[in-house]
């Protein structure tokens, strides 16, 4: 390569890398923006407004969350019980019937497979769903609401089934020769075969859950059922509830100044979507490739 | 349990009875259906009884009397619906969110994607974590995350203004501004995924091509348009494709949360999804709600099968089935 290319190339390179360091501010920013609000005095906050850098520096509202984190550590409770249990029993039912459908030599398994994916086309749509957990599950205010609806989908089905395709059917065969059952060869067999799906796809159901709020909000009333995505969709809503009715309130001889502020909020936020925020990205290698291959045909 | 299991045996008794050719029902395939059954029973709650309560969109449903009990009322409900203008607004709404979202997305992620190649893979690898991070952040705090910015007393927009001699907005009661600020939410949350395709993509494509160009003396610029772009255009129709067949269904978290729901927002936030979400819990209204998600999910299924005729047509690999 001559020499003007060469400059050319290293003006070009840095026009890209200057590109993505900007894109890379851009996107970090309301991440800093809020960890800043969260530390931020609450009087200067409501002088100044939200800025990047806080204008006094204060822990009050991470104090005030953590002397009284009742609600707190109970919906970190229901979101672990929930991810856990949901995640457990997904890859269960799911490596199961995925297993038979990946088997050529299964006599049910085309009208087995059009069973399962069917339901990817048409679906009854919301009113029906809310109608059967509550009229008939009788699931309302109960964590299975959480766990039960989203615990078994057709892309993860997909995504095993491609995996366990993979399984030479020799290895089998021969189990079978030795006499073992298909539960037995799935359970000593394929089962251990397939940890590497098994992590890769548990951990992305597990997100799911973590950040699950739609079925919560559908179905949770009780105060002592609240996941973590609903303790901040509630927080929210008591808010603007208490902002729209300020005289309302002021009435009541109630102060405003004591109810949940500005920088409490979003230390909550951060105390509530922060821990996972560190975890899941050094799983990213992972969620990639179930999302990928979720997005392709198995 | 007991019903499915009957099922079984008729299937197995017919299949048996039915052609001598075809291989017999052994007890292998019995162990493997008994596998396969909790998967087919929860399937059938959750999927193929749904599919039945559709029937309530012909209702008048009332909780105290049931689906059964409930009377029926033809096409009422549908009546009901599209005779508002909220029929018009949302679906518009829907698709055009959908397929305005499909350009930005790609011209965006394509030129992450593109760019990314140019630069060597360590670097790369430290850009795509950081635009990674806000596909694991919630649309519930996203929602936070945007009160921030728009916040009408302390939000840093409001407050930026301001201080270059501007006028605050009211961001969350003037309609005008959401498609845009839908797009960058948007945007922000799926750029880091939507890139990583389209990168995939690139780093598959044959690298002789690119020493061909180069000994031909190719600028960057020529590669990508002459090589990369045309190689892409497989993947972009296939998502593409996909697009048009999830046209009727909209991000609910996206449109409900980010928006706040605030109610002066509907006319330019408002999807088929938040609509059928307030008129089945807000509004009470279940059968127009029911009706409504029928609507979406019957137009949903023809787009679904006449997308994927599409993709047949083009290439049989892609398609869904």
Known sequence: ?298 | MHSSKTAWRVTAAQAEGKTKSRRKFRSGDKELTFLALPAAIYIFVFSYLTMFGVIIAFKNYRYDKGIWGSEWVGLDNFKFFFLTEKAYIVTRNTVLYNVWFWIATTFCALLVAILLNEISRKWSKYYQTVMFLPTFVSWVVIMYLAEIFLHHDYGFINRLLESLGGERIRWYLEPANWPAILTVAHLWKSIGFSALVYYAGIVAIDPSYYEAARIDGATRFQMVRKITIPMLAPLITILLIMTIGSMFRGDFGLHFFVSGNSPLLYNSVDIIDTFVYRALSVSGDTSMAAAVGLYQSLVGFVLVVAANYAVRKINEENSLW
């Open chain 1, 1 to 298: 390569m001559n020499e003007t290319a060469l400059t050319r190339n290293r003006t070009g390179n840095a026009i890209i890398h200057l590109f993505f360091l900007l894109l890379s501010v851009g996107i970090l920013a309301p991440f800093l923006l809020i960890v800043s609000v969260s530390l931020t005095d609450e009087k200067s906050l409501m002088e100044l407004g939200y800025s990047f850098l806080p204008s006094r520096f204060s822990l009050v509202a991470y104090d005030f969350i953590l002397r009284t984190p009742a609600a707190l550590l109970r919906a970190y409770g229901n979101t672990i019980i929930v991810t856990v249990t949901g995640t457990l029993l997904s890859l269960l039912f799911t490596s199961m019937v995925a297993y038979t459908i990946s088997r050529r030599d299964y006599r049910l398994r085309v009208p087995l497979t059009v069973y399962i994916f069917f339901t990817m086309l048409f679906s009854g749509g919301l009113v029906p769903f809310y109608i059967l957990m509550t009229q008939y599950l009788h699931l309302k205010d109960s964590l299975w609401a959480i766990i039960l609806p989203g615990m078994l989908s057709p892309f993860y089905v997909l995504i095993m089934k491609g995996f366990m395709g993979k399984i030479p059917h020799e290895l089998i065969e021969s189990a079978k020769v030795d006499g073992a059952s298909e539960w037995r060869i799935f359970f000593r067999m394929i089962l251990p075969l397939s940890t590497p799906a098994l992590a890769t796809l548990g951990l992305f159901i597990a997100f799911n859950y973590w950040n699950e709020w739609f079925n919560a909000l559908l179905f949770i009333d009780n105060d002592k059922l609240v996941p973590l995505q609903l303790l901040l969709v509630r927080i929210m809503n008591t808010l603007d509830f208490l902002r729209n009715n300020s005289e309302y309130i002021q009435n009541l001889g109630l102060d405003m100044s004591q109810l949940p502020n500005e920088s409490m909020r979003m230390a909550l936020v951060i105390l509530v979507a922060g821990p996972m925020m560190f975890v899941f990205p050094f799983f990213q290698k992972y969620f990639v490739q179930g999302m990928t291959v979720g997005s392709l045909k198995g």
